[in-house]
Structure formats: structure tokens, C-alpha cells
T-cell receptor
Framework: GAVVSQHPSRVICKSGTSVKIECRSL??????MFWYRQFPKQSLMLMAT?????????EQGVEKDKFLINHASLTLSTLTVTSAHPEDSSFYIC????????????FGQGTRLTVV | QKEVEQNSGPLSVPEGAIASLNCTYS??????FFWYRQYSGKSPELIMF????GDKEDGRFTAQLNKASQYVSLLIRDSQPSDSATYLC???????????FGTGTRLTIIP
């Protein structure tokens, strides 16, 4: 099946710093990518939809100035958590449906962010 | 009412038995239905998807969809300890690639 690669898999950063997470579709083009956050023992919560060549669409309650999304090409989307705080510690996961195919989405490996 | 509802569990099933996982959804415009398995600390992996009413079988897994009742289920036959995980139901509306997830059901297979 299609592969979505997410990097890094784990990151620890100091409070107040910024962290960038990359999501790549390795063998297909993705005009749309989705960014989720998952707190322990909870489900995936959609944060934003990343659109290639245009602005991301954020879900209600998600601060767009804090979670910067850039979808620079058909295979790469990045999420930058700016001025991270301990409450931003979570599991961040990206997914991408293959362009022109069904809505079956492929997930990246996830990034465990810990802000200390 | 939540858009996609699942019993959070935990659901305990003896090894070799059938595990039955249920999911209901509120939007009648929903067109595609997905079951994902998520191991602790890992990202979800797709098990099955179903679009049409009825049953769809893939190995030990059977997805069942009843659009009139807005209900989708996943049956796991001959349950194995490796099936122990959280199972997420996800739904999307025709023309929209966005998936809405349920809270997941934690399944434990008892050896």
C-alpha cells in the first residue's frame, strides 16, 4: 500500500521553542494532508487540513498562529508548533489520501512531542 | 450527540472467540466507513473499509454496514492475542476527504 513517512518520531523540546514535524507521501501525490493530535487514551482529533498551494483549513478551536502548516509540494506537508508549552505535549499524526483515489487515508508513523 | 460513537470498552474476549465491535454515526450523508487498528504508541493502520450495505469479508475480519440504522460493525473471528488493540471507526461524507473518528474501543484478547 501507499506509504506516508513522518519525521521525527519522537522529540523533546524546551518550553517556548518551536518544533517542526514533516509528513511525506513517498510513492503517491497528495494534494491534501490531514494533521491530527491524540492525547493519551483519547481518539484522534483533527487539527487542520493541509492543502497544496493554498492556506490550510483549521478546525474550530485550533490556533492557526500556533500551529503553522505549510504544504509546499504534492508530497510534503509540515506542521510547526510554535512557542511550545507543556500542554502541547501529545501524539501528532498526519494522514494523506492518495490523489484521485478513494478516501482511504494512509497514516504517518506519528510524532511523540514532549515539551519540558 | 457525537458524530461517531463507539463503546470505549475495554472489551475482553477469549482467544479463539469472535470479537464484535460496534459503531454508530449521526450524519446520514456519510458514505464511506473505515475500521482502523491502533496499537499503543503507534499510529492507526487500516483494517477494512466498506461503502455498501451488507457484509464485507477479508480473512478473519468482517465489516457490516446498515445505513438505515446508521450502524457499522467489525467482527474478528478466531481472535488472537495480537488482535489486542484499540479499534477506531471512521466515517467520511461523499466528496469530502476528511475522516471523522470515533473514540475507539479497546479490545483485549485473553489467552
Amino acid at each position: 500500500g501507499a506509504v506516508v513517512s513522518q519525521h521525527p518520531s519522537r522529540v523533546i523540546c524546551k518550553s517556548g521553542t518551536s518544533v517542526k514535524i514533516e509528513c511525506r507521501s513517498l510513492d503517491f501525490q497528495a494534494t491534501t494532508m490531514f494533521w491530527y493530535r491524540q492525547f493519551p487514551k483519547q481518539s484522534l482529533m483533527l487539527m487542520a487540513t493541509s492543502n497544496e498551494g493554498s492556506k490550510a483549513t483549521y478546525e474550530q478551536g485550533v490556533e492557526k498562529d500556533k500551529f503553522l502548516i505549510n504544504h509546499a509540494s504534492l508530497t510534503l506537508s509540515t506542521l510547526t508548533v510554535t512557542s511550545a508549552h507543556p500542554e502541547d505535549s501529545s501524539f501528532y499524526i498526519c494522514s494523506a489520501p492518495e490523489r484521485g483515489r478513494s478516501t482511504e487515508a494512509f497514516f504517518g508513523q506519528g510524532t511523540r512531542l514532549t515539551v519540558v | 450527540q457525537k458524530e461517531v460513537e463507539q463503546n470505549s470498552g475495554p472489551l475482553s474476549v477469549p482467544e479463539g472467540a469472535i470479537a464484535s465491535l460496534n459503531c454508530t454515526y449521526s450524519d446520514r450523508g456519510s458514505q464511506s466507513f473505515f475500521w482502523y487498528r491502533q496499537y499503543s504508541g503507534k499510529s492507526p493502520e487500516l483494517i477494512m473499509f466498506i461503502y455498501s450495505n451488507g457484509d464485507k469479508e477479508d480473512g478473519r475480519f468482517t465489516a457490516q454496514l446498515n445505513k438505515a440504522s446508521q450502524y457499522v460493525s467489525l467482527l474478528i473471528r478466531d481472535s488472537q492475542p495480537s488482535d489486542s488493540a484499540t479499534y477506531l471507526c471512521a466515517v467520511n461524507i461523499f466528496g469530502n476527504e476528511k475522516l471523522t473518528f470515533g473514540t475507539g474501543t479497546r479490545l483485549t484478547i485473553i489467552p
